[in-house]
């Protein structure tokens, strides 16, 4: 784990503070190292990190949400990797910013693409612009309406390493206003690592879940979660 991080800086927003190292939240999404480290390499990445120490790139909590929602687009809607490099690279020229994915209601998924909805604001109309298949491209936005979706909404992340097939389970979630955004048992604050030094010392998930008065179902989906599986009987 790296010292020295950043600190919080007086009024700033404790999603924006960039306390996680790629290997600390590559634990928690239960994504790949390499696949995380991937993302956020090269002139044109997919993703940008919001600060460095070095080469070692460290995210906010909002890099995070833009993580998971990259992940679900490759994992469960199938999207390739150059088109979500391109599509992310017009999406920061189209929103004047690093990180769009962070604005959850504007970057949706509509027949096979992605498209930025802008809303009508300040005498403008409201637009729809494609991102990836046919870039700066206007949609009608009754069709956006119809078919689009967002990737993932919400002020929780509740990353699942089955995400791809399992949209129901939420074993697991991420908030900044509980231990500072790290890992948890969702609905409670008990953090997961706490679960994973229990089940590594030799406890079962029925032993674990009598120590903290949780369902042994739950305790199981978290240890898969971060990799860990059921002790052998």
């Known amino acids: 784990m790296l010292k020295n991080k950043p600190a919080r800086k007086p009024g700033q927003d404790l999603r924006t503070v960039p306390t996680f190292t790629i290997p600390e939240a590559a634990r928690m999404l239960a994504i790949p190292q390499r696949t995380l480290f991937f993302w956020y390499e090269g002139d044109d990445p997919i993703l940008c990190a919001s600060d460095h120490i070095g080469s070692v790139h460290l995210l906010s909590y909002k890099d995070l949400e833009e993580a ?3 992940f679900l687009l490759r994992e469960r809607s199938h999207f390739p ?32 693409d992605l498209v930025y909805d802008k809303p009508a604001r300040r005498g403008q109309p409201r637009t729809v612009t494609s991102l990836g298949r046919r870039p700066g491209q206007q949609l009608v936005s009754e069709v956006v309406d119809l078919f689009g979706s967002r990737i993932e909404p919400g002020k929780f992340i509740f990353p699942w ?32 690592a706490a679960l994973t030094e229990e089940r590594l010392s030799g406890s079962s998930a029925e032993e674990i879940a ?13 240890l898969i979660h971060v990799g860990l599986r059921q002790k052998a009987a």
Do not use: W
Request: aromatic share 6%; net charge positive; hydrophobic share 35%.
């Open 68 to 70: 998971y929602r990259v």
């Open 81 to 112: 990797l150059q088109f979500l490099r391109r599509s992310m690279s017009n999406a920061r020229r189209m929103f004047h910013s690093r990180h769009p994915l962070r604005h959850a209601d504007a970057v949706k998924e509509c027949l096979r």
């Open 161 to 192: 390493r089955y995400a791809a097939t399992d949209a129901q389970s939420r074993p697991v979630s991420m908030n900044p206003e509980i231990m500072s955004g790290r890992l948890v048992v969702t609905g409670t604050r008990i953090p997961v």
């Open 210 to 222: 009598r120590d903290y008065s949780l369902e042994p179902e739950i305790v199981r989906k978290a």
